[in-house]
């Protein structure tokens, strides 16, 4: 991006200071400040910022919110410091603002990038309205680990699906234009690597190949750049030995120079700092020095920059052109979206006093939490329920809990809107008093009398709703598992209950996939209701009665057993896979076969959906050209429901090992019950590609299985050829 010469000019005059504070992000204790997200650091008091902001020292804010303190912020940078350069005001904004979404994770079953798309932008209204410019959001984490806590922030476990909610939720935060009062900038995380750290445990060493550093983790970056975002952030990881936040070949190299980024990156929280306890650096100015030249613009917190750039560059070890490229890169992102000439848009009292939240959002809150439902198991049609006429115990630690309703990563949430599960079936049934509400444990611990309260409502019922699973702390930033269970006290429970006969429907609250076990694993029906935010019980009403039909798929692999991490649906075949006609020496665990328990894409209907055979346009497809490959479905049962139908290639022979299944697009059809369509996709050369062996990306000549099923592991291959140039 290329500045104006008034931008150019106003460089000219700044102080090597006044540019360092351009560098510089801080927490926004000017107005009332989130919650305590991160560890303490550099604080700073509200007279402190103060009087930095009109010294022309600070170039953005952080999690601080309300439009009349930001107003006055903005009015000391604009109209006290020497040269008025507006401030950038940001927050972790990462599914929903004052409406809570989805986790993204939970968003991502959808399968719908559309939905994605729009609940982005609503938070980017509320969050405008509430006197911010900037996310840092969304994050783009492939993660195949799900001992990982931060699983629940990203889209799951597949590059294509991530690639495409990357881009939808860019384009929603930021709208179709950059200067008006809504437009969001989104800043897409965590660049790069981050979700396969080692053992699934945060902050970790990540050892990884450039093959799959290129084809799985880098791509949603791609297509979130493609998308318009103008600022990344680094992660907090090494690569191989690098630390993210101070990788040369990644922020200059690949992400300037191949990428032609133009944009700034942003370190995150104390990031750079953070490079002496990696030991990478000997102390917080080489730190400083190897941050900034990486291609870190922007240092979040740490105060390094401010404490050490100006020495760097009057010591000749950080030259003053690299100096004023990084103030460019971030003018320009102010320049974008409109500060120099609109300091004040998206600060405006009167717009945060008018937002109405519930009557902006409530029915896309609804909406969003219906579609990213999935039901994994529903024997003998067990669901839908009545609402009338059946006796229902809804039991466990989330039935009335509203602590755990918004998931992870949400500063902002209004808890008023909430609707907690009790509520929301309380006001679905026809008959209320249908309803017994028990706890029947804690989350963590056991409840004095707490089982037996729980067994006689089983009883007593037709049918139990099962309300278990994590709380919401156990997902999220440095909230890493080893056994990824349901809380012993909890599982206590579900044995319990189900040792009456009464059928069982779990209803799981999760930020991650989990291991099943037991009476969990076996119950009659299993819902994945992750974290669903602001319309938690009303969706989940809505499914468990039939008034939506589940359409959610699994965006991630559910394991048979947590000893399974990594376990992902994408993985290389070996020299000895586990097939029926192999005996004894073949890759499985001695335990258990080596498959999830519910695989990638999988996720039921209250309607049934049959699949036609694959066709072929030819059994060749051209260097250059297209292949068509359609097959039709039919819904065979009596309800109108929603299929996610999913093409999936197999490269048979490559110069390097490829993954068993790769997924290469996926529609969502809806049909009427008996109504049949037929679903077509298109292959061409580019979506075959890989990172060859010599280094290249491209693909190969050779044989390819095709499918088009419900889920990774259904449905029967056909095979084409791509024919060489």
């Given at each position: 991006?290329?500045?104006?010469?008034?931008?150019?000019?106003?460089?000219?005059?700044?102080?090597?200071?006044?540019?360092?504070?351009?560098?510089?992000?801080?927490?926004?204790?000017?107005?009332?400040?989130?919650?305590?997200?991160?560890?303490?650091?550099?604080?700073?008091?509200?007279?402190?910022?103060?009087?930095?902001?009109?010294?022309?020292?600070?170039?953005?804010?952080?999690?601080?919110?309300?439009?009349?303190?930001?107003?006055?912020?903005?009015?000391?940078?604009?109209?006290?410091?020497?040269?008025?350069?507006?401030?950038?005001?940001?927050?972790?904004?990462?599914?929903?603002?004052?409406?809570?979404?989805?986790?993204?994770?939970?968003?991502?079953?959808?399968?719908?990038?559309?939905?994605?798309?729009?609940?982005?932008?609503?938070?980017?209204?509320?969050?405008?309205?509430?006197?911010?410019?900037?996310?840092?959001?969304?994050?783009?984490d492939i993660a195949r680990d799900q001992r990982w806590g931060r699983v629940a922030e990203a889209a799951g476990e597949d590059v294509v699906l991530a690639n495409a909610f990357a881009a939808a939720r860019v384009r929603g935060f930021q709208g179709d234009d950059l200067t008006a009062d809504d437009a969001l900038l989104a800043s897409p995380k965590h660049f790069v690597g981050y979700g396969a750290v080692m053992g699934g445990l945060d902050y970790n060493s990540v050892e990884i190949s450039e093959?799959?550093?290129?084809?799985?983790?880098?791509?949603?970056?791609?297509?979130?750049?493609?998308?318009?975002?103008?600022?990344?952030?680094?992660?907090?990881?090494?690569?191989?030995?690098?630390?993210?936040?101070?990788?040369?070949?990644?922020?200059?190299?690949?992400?300037?120079?191949?990428?032609?980024?133009?944009?700034?990156?942003?370190?995150?929280?104390?990031?750079?700092?953070?490079?002496?306890?990696?030991?990478?650096?000997?102390?917080?100015?080489?730190?400083?020095?190897?941050?900034?030249?990486?291609?870190?613009?922007?240092?979040?917190?740490?105060?390094?920059?401010?404490?050490?750039?100006?020495?760097?560059?009057?010591?000749?070890?950080?030259?003053?052109?690299?100096?004023?490229?990084?103030?460019?890169?971030?003018?320009?992102?102010?320049?974008?979206?409109?500060?120099?000439?609109?300091?004040?848009?998206?600060?405006?009292?009167?717009?945060?006093?008018?937002?109405?939240?519930?009557?902006?959002?409530?029915?896309?809150?609804?909406?969003?939490?219906?579609?990213?439902?999935?039901?994994?198991?529903?024997?003998?049609?067990?669901?839908?329920?009545?609402?009338?006429?059946?006796?229902?115990?809804?039991?466990?630690?989330?039935?009335?809990?509203?602590?755990?309703?918004?998931?992870?990563?949400?500063?902002?949430?209004?808890?008023?809107?909430?609707?907690?599960?009790?509520?929301?079936?309380?006001?679905?049934?026809?008959?209320?008093?249908?309803?017994?509400?028990?706890?029947?444990?804690?989350?963590?611990?056991?409840?004095?009398?707490?089982?037996?309260?729980?067994?006689?409502?089983?009883?007593?019922?037709?049918?139990?709703?099962?309300?278990?699973?994590?709380?919401?702390?156990?997902?999220?930033?440095?909230?890493?598992?080893?056994?990824?269970?349901?809380?012993?006290?909890?599982?206590?429970?579900?044995?319990?209950?189900?040792?009456?006969?009464?059928?069982?429907?779990?209803?799981?609250?999760?930020?991650?996939?989990?291991?099943?076990?037991?009476?969990?694993?076996?119950?009659?029906?299993?819902?994945?209701?992750?974290?669903?935010?602001?319309?938690?019980?009303?969706?989940?009403?809505?499914?468990?009665?039939?008034?939506?039909?589940?359409?959610?798929?699994?965006?991630?692999?559910?394991?048979?057993?947590?000893?399974?991490?990594?376990?992902?649906?994408?993985?290389?075949?070996?020299?000895?896979?586990?097939?029926?006609?192999?005996?004894?020496?073949?890759?499985?665990?001695?335990?258990?076969?080596?498959?999830?328990?519910?695989?990638?894409?999988?996720?039921?209907?209250?309607?049934?959906?049959?699949?036609?055979?694959?066709?072929?346009?030819?059994?060749?497809?051209?260097?250059?050209?297209?292949?068509?490959?359609?097959?039709?479905?039919?819904?065979?049962?009596?309800?109108?429901?929603?299929?996610?139908?999913?093409?999936?290639?197999?490269?048979?022979?490559?110069?390097?090992?490829?993954?068993?299944?790769?997924?290469?697009?996926?529609?969502?059809?809806?049909?009427?019950?008996?109504?049949?369509?037929?679903?077509?996709?298109?292959?061409?050369?580019?979506?075959?590609?890989?990172?060859?062996?010599?280094?290249?990306?491209?693909?190969?000549?050779?044989?390819?299985?095709?499918?088009?099923?419900?889920?990774?592991?259904?449905?029967?291959?056909?095979?084409?050829?791509?024919?060489?140039?």
């Amino acid at each position: 991006m290329r500045l104006d010469d008034r931008l150019e000019a106003l460089l000219a005059r700044m102080t090597v200071e006044e540019k360092v504070g351009q560098l510089g992000i801080f927490a926004d204790m000017l107005r009332p400040f989130a919650a305590d997200v991160n560890p303490e650091m550099n604080e700073l008091n509200a007279g402190e910022l103060r009087e930095r902001i009109r010294a022309g020292h600070v170039g953005a804010v952080f999690n601080g919110v309300g439009a009349a303190q930001g107003r006055e912020a903005q009015r000391i940078a604009v109209e006290e410091s020497r040269l008025g350069i507006p401030l950038l005001m940001g927050a972790d904004v990462i599914h929903g603002m004052r409406t809570v979404f989805p986790i993204p994770l939970g968003e991502a079953a959808s399968f719908e990038p559309e939905l994605a798309r729009r609940t982005a932008r609503a938070a980017a209204i509320e969050a405008t309205a509430c006197g911010l410019h900037w996310t840092f959001a969304p994050t783009l984490d492939i993660a195949r680990d799900q001992r990982w806590g931060r699983v629940a922030e990203a889209a799951g476990e597949d590059v294509v699906l991530a690639n495409a909610f990357a881009a939808a939720r860019v384009r929603g935060f930021q709208g179709d234009d950059l200067t008006a009062d809504d437009a969001l900038l989104a800043s897409p995380k965590h660049f790069v690597g981050y979700g396969a750290v080692m053992g699934g445990l945060d902050y970790n060493s990540v050892e990884i190949s450039e093959g799959t550093l290129r084809d799985v983790h880098l791509p949603p970056f791609k297509a979130a750049i493609d998308a318009g975002a103008l600022t990344v952030m680094s992660a907090f990881n090494d690569i191989n030995g690098v630390p993210a936040s101070a990788h040369d070949g990644l922020l200059t190299d690949l992400l300037r120079g191949e990428w032609t980024f133009g944009g700034f990156v942003v370190s995150d929280y104390t990031a750079d700092f953070e490079l002496v306890a990696h030991g990478f650096a000997a102390d917080d100015r080489e730190a400083t020095k190897l941050a900034f030249t990486a291609g870190v613009d922007m240092s979040m917190q740490s105060g390094l920059y401010a404490a050490h750039l100006p020495d760097l560059v009057a010591s000749g070890e950080v030259s003053m052109a690299t100096l004023d490229e990084g103030v460019r890169r971030v003018f320009a992102v102010k320049q974008a979206i409109g500060l120099f000439d609109n300091p004040y848009r998206s600060l405006d009292p009167e717009a945060e006093a008018a937002l109405d939240p519930q009557a902006l959002h409530g029915a896309l809150a609804r909406e969003a939490a219906q579609r990213s439902i999935v039901l994994l198991k529903n024997d003998g049609d067990l669901l839908p329920l009545k609402k009338a006429g059946q006796k229902i115990a809804l039991i466990g630690p989330y039935a009335r809990d509203r602590d755990n309703i918004e998931g992870c990563w949400t500063l902002f949430g209004d808890k008023r809107l909430h609707v907690n599960l009790e509520d929301g079936l309380r006001a679905a049934l026809d008959d209320g008093d249908a309803l017994t509400v028990v706890d029947g444990s804690g989350m963590e611990d056991a409840l004095d009398g707490g089982l037996d309260a729980a067994v006689a409502a089983a009883r007593d019922a037709d049918v139990v709703l099962l309300a278990i699973g994590e709380p919401q702390n156990y997902s999220g930033e440095a909230q890493s598992r080893t056994q990824i269970v349901i809380p012993p006290a909890q599982q206590a429970l579900a044995e319990a209950v189900a040792a009456t006969g009464t059928p069982v429907v779990v209803l799981l609250r999760h930020g991650r996939a989990l291991a099943l076990h037991g009476a969990v694993r076996d119950a009659q029906a299993i819902l994945a209701t992750w974290f669903l935010g602001t319309a938690t019980g009303p969706a989940i009403a809505d499914v468990l009665f039939g008034d939506y039909n589940p359409s959610a798929r699994l965006p991630v692999s559910f394991p048979r057993d947590s000893g399974q991490q990594p376990l992902y649906y994408n993985r290389q075949r070996t020299g000895r896979p586990e097939l029926p006609e192999m005996s004894e020496f073949k890759s499985r665990w001695r335990e258990m076969p080596h498959s999830p328990l519910y695989p990638f894409g999988h996720g039921l209907s209250y309607t049934r959906f049959e699949y036609g055979p694959v066709q072929l346009s030819a059994d060749t497809l051209d260097w250059d050209g297209t292949l068509t490959v359609s097959a039709t479905l039919r819904n065979t049962g009596d309800r109108a429901g929603e299929e996610v139908v999913q093409l999936y290639i197999h490269d048979r022979v490559a110069s390097r090992v490829r993954p068993i299944r790769e997924l290469k697009a996926f529609r969502k059809v809806a049909l009427a019950p008996g109504e049949e369509t037929t679903v077509t996709f298109e292959l061409q050369r580019d979506q075959l590609a890989f990172t060859t062996r010599s280094g290249a990306f491209a693909a190969e000549p050779g044989l390819f299985d095709v499918w088009i099923a419900p889920n990774c592991e259904a449905g029967e291959a056909v095979q084409f050829s791509l024919r060489g140039a």
